[in-house]
């Protein structure tokens, strides 16, 4: 289904524009910026007040940070 037909069949195209989806865009940029430095603090926490490591917390920064790299090539080099 083309961007286009989809946006026609939800009504987007008069709802929302540029601007509308370039905020949506930010927001969620910033949500992700926002969300990575929510978990350092926490891991930072746990390993200097409870002393001990959450692995858990470790691999989901370093799952985030990963599909932020490979999105950030994939679309350097589709473009």
């Known amino acids: 289904m083309s961007s286009k037909l989809l946006n026609r ?7 929302a524009d540029e601007r509308f ?3 949506g865009r930010r927001s969620t940029s910033t949500a992700a910026i926002v969300g990575v430095l929510t978990l350092f603090v926490l891991l930072e926490y ?9 692995w858990d917390l ?3 920064i370093y799952a985030m ?5 490979v999105l950030m090539l ?5 473009n």
């Not at 940070?65 to 790299?69: D, E, P, R, S």
């Not at 994939?74 to 589709?78: A, E, I, N, P």
């Open 58 to 60: 470790i691999l989901v």
């Open 74 to 78: 994939w679309y350097r080099f589709s």
């Open 21 to 23: 989806r370039e905020h």
């Open 65 to 69: 940070g990963i599909t932020k790299i």
């Open 46 to 54: 746990r390993l200097l007040v409870e002393h001990r490591i959450s």
């Open 9 to 15: 069949f939800l009504m987007l195209d008069h709802v």
